[in-house]
């Protein structure tokens, strides 16, 4: 649904705003409305992050949010949704200092960023995992400190940046790193209904609103103006809803006992837990309040490493309550449902229900007064996001290999669960310097980084305060002895960061690689490096050879995730196809050039150099390798060959390459001490 795309312009004013697309006509997912509302009662929480797959109301949503809250900045009418896009740039974000005032006037007057302009509304960021770090950094500092201090270019500036921050995201383009995951006080996965009955309702109110904006959003007006009334309400009483220790005394409890790191989970727990008192219009927290936040604010922080799952099934969430349970010490909860099944849980526990009296409150305010067709299960599954595991890689005419083993039968199976804990990895990087995307593996010009020199100012580039000034010097000082700034002195500061990369692995799972031990040792390497390039914000794209060809298992993508799954299905065995997997992985790098010409590759091939697959398999494979070598295609070549008598043919390999040579042994950090050894 795109509500927000759609015209619909009021006859007296020909260039009002577009008619958004009411929050109440919204058909389910009940769930986010409730997040969404909570955070507007209570910015303080941090904001929410919406997961899940396109076409599921996301954006319509939010932007159906910020009418809703009245704001006395807004001069009695809805409040601002600022949209901050993907390229926008720090200073942009933050402000930064009017270089015309201070040229033409001598002033150092400040210009205030997109934060500001949220002020008292909605700062909405579609795709927020795309966003560089450092900026979803500051933007989660300011929602929950409510403002935004900026200390730069000898300015020092405090601004109020009061909003309710919505990042929404597609887990198949990559996901948040865990520390950035935990900064985002509340999270809900939405998934499109299965209803029929709800996904016919979903088009005729499409279609209505595309026929008559104006006529469609005042049938549903009544219903906007009284949540917008229950909303402001609770935002003017929740400073007076009383949380006791004995419900705080609970929600130690459930954190403790779901484990979650740090006390970031329990102060928003809280905060969650009395906005929602205040929107029942209560004066006390209770117990199902606390069931509410628990569900809303702690899934995603139970996640430990990247490839953890981050949901909360019933039975977790039930078992939580009960550790709540005991360690309120019963005083002040609810009675229990009937249930047969519940001997064992404590008197108090709200039972097994999975958190459906979550949304009943907020769902008679949040929906008209025509009723939807029924109700959507919006407990999004942990796994509603990603592709199933079977699933043919697109565009790739080798992609049939997946359901059908090019060796002579299927193997054993190559992944394996992720261990607990990773290796710490040695740094693989692209030579030179380049200007791709920010990340954490190679060197890149950037915004950010070490200052290494001044040059040419323009927009989108810092300023470079000593060179401004020694340009300006440069030209003599004024009859009044004072050397003046002109716009034609400024320069601009030349800056090293690092950049992400993209890493194509090609794995030999031939069956001169498959013994026990060795399958396991590359199993859990390969683990290894694909969460090392998730935490350096690679794209990773794998290709695997075995049988009697290559197959592109995994195309390239942000997702991680998704690409230790998929490699987790993949059969080893048979022949090594190594001149049909490197000339797939040249193939894969030369179409993601054309799709993104900054982002440099990285090859990595995991192999002991064996090339036995079809005729001259070996002559071959070094005249693939050769051809990717004067491509001057950066490469790595993890020499998998173990055992007392070796043969050497990763060595070989590398050479016609041009590739650095590292046993596979010495990838961890803990083997750095040891030198490495080419046997070329």
Not at 209 to 230: C, H, K, N, T, W
Not at 619 to 648: F, H
Not at 656 to 667: D, K, R, S, T
């Amino acid at each position: 649904m795109t509500a927000d795309l759609a015209s619909g312009h009021t006859p007296r004013d020909p260039i009002a705003a577009p008619v958004r697309y009411p929050f109440t006509a919204v058909v389910g997912q009940d769930r986010l409305k409730l997040a969404l509302i909570l955070s507007a009662i209570a910015p303080g929480i941090g904001g929410v992050l919406i997961r899940g797959e396109k076409g599921t109301a996301k954006s319509t949503i939010v932007r159906a949010l910020g009418p809703l809250i009245h704001d006395a900045r807004a001069d009695g009418q809805g409040a601002r949704v600022v949209e901050l896009p993907i390229g926008a740039t720090e200073d942009r974000v933050i402000g930064s200092l009017d270089l015309t005032g201070v040229l033409r006037d001598g002033r150092a007057d400040f210009t205030p960023g997109l934060l500001a302009q949220a002020d008292g509304g909605v700062l909405y960021i579609d795709e927020v995992n795309l966003l560089a770090d450092h900026l979803v950094d500051v933007l989660l500092d300011a929602a929950a400190s409510g403002r935004v201090t900026i200390e730069r270019d000898g300015v020092s500036h405090t601004q109020s940046a009061d909003f309710v921050l919505v990042g929404t995201m597609n887990p198949e383009e990559g996901e948040l790193r865990p520390q950035l995951l935990d900064r985002f006080g509340l999270a809900v996965d939405v998934i499109a209904g299965r209803d029929v009955d709800e996904r016919v309702e979903i088009v005729r109110r499409r279609i209505d609103f595309d026929a008559d904006p104006v006529g469609f959003a005042a049938r549903y007006a009544d219903s906007e103006d009284e949540l917008a009334q229950r909303i402001s309400a609770a935002r003017a009483s929740i400073d007076s809803v009383a949380l006791p220790t004995s419900q705080l005394r609970r929600i130690a409890g459930i954190c403790a006992h779901l484990q979650v790191d740090g006390l970031r989970g329990d102060i928003v727990v809280a905060r969650t837990a009395t906005a929602h008192a205040a929107l029942r219009g209560a004066t006390e927290v209770d117990a199902e309040d606390v069931r509410v936040a628990v569900e809303l604010a702690l899934p995603h922080r139970r996640r430990r490493n990247p490839f953890d799952e981050s949901g909360l099934s019933d039975q977790q969430l039930d078992d939580a309550m009960a550790a709540g349970d005991e360690a309120a010490g019963d005083d002040d909860s609810p009675e229990p449902p009937d249930d047969p099944g519940s001997g064992d849980r404590e008197p108090d526990d709200p039972g097994p229900d999975g958190g459906e009296p979550t949304g009943e409150a907020p769902r008679d305010s949040t929906e008209p007064s025509t009723p939807d067709p029924a109700p959507p299960n919006n407990a999004a599954p942990p796994n509603n996001a990603a592709p199933s595991d079977d699933a043919a890689p697109p565009n790739d005419e080798e992609g049939a290999e997946s359901t059908t083993p090019a060796g002579p039968a299927p193997g054993a199976l190559f992944g394996g669960p992720a261990a607990a804990t990773a290796r710490r990895m040695r740094r693989l990087r692209v030579d030179g310097i380049g200007d791709g995307e920010p990340g954490r593996r190679s060197r890149a010009r950037s915004r950010r980084g070490q200052t290494i020199g001044a040059t040419d100012f323009g927009p989108g580039t810092p300023m470079h305060l000593f060179g401004t000034v020694l340009s300006a010097a440069g030209r003599g000082v004024d009859d009044a002895g004072r050397v003046r700034v002109a716009e034609r002195d400024l320069r601009g500061a030349a800056r090293i960061g690092q950049e992400a990369n993209l890493v194509v692995f090609v794995v030999d799972l031939s069956g001169s690689m498959t013994a026990r031990r060795r399958l396991a040792a590359v199993s859990e390497l390969c683990v290894d490096l694909l969460r090392d390039s998730y935490t350096r914000r690679d794209r990773v794209a794998v290709v695997i050879a075995r049988g009697s060809r290559a197959e592109v298992a995994v195309p390239p993508t942000k997702s991680v995730d998704i690409a230790v799954r998929r490699m987790a299905s993949v059969r080893t065995g048979g022949r090594t196809p190594l001149a049909e997997g490197l000339l797939a992985a040249d193939e894969v790098i030369t179409r993601a050039r054309r799709a993104d010409p900054h982002r440099r590759p990285l090859l990595v091939v995991l192999t002991d150099g064996r090339a036995t697959a079809g005729a001259d398999a070996a002559p071959r494979a070094r005249a693939a390798a050769e051809t990717i070598g004067r491509k001057g295609i950066d490469s790595v070549v993890v020499d998998c060959e173990q055992g007392m008598v070796r043969l050497g043919l990763a060595a070989e390999l590398a050479v016609h390459l041009n590739a650095e040579l590292l046993p596979m042994e010495h990838l961890s950090l803990a083997a750095l001490a040891r030198p490495v050894h080419s046997a070329a």
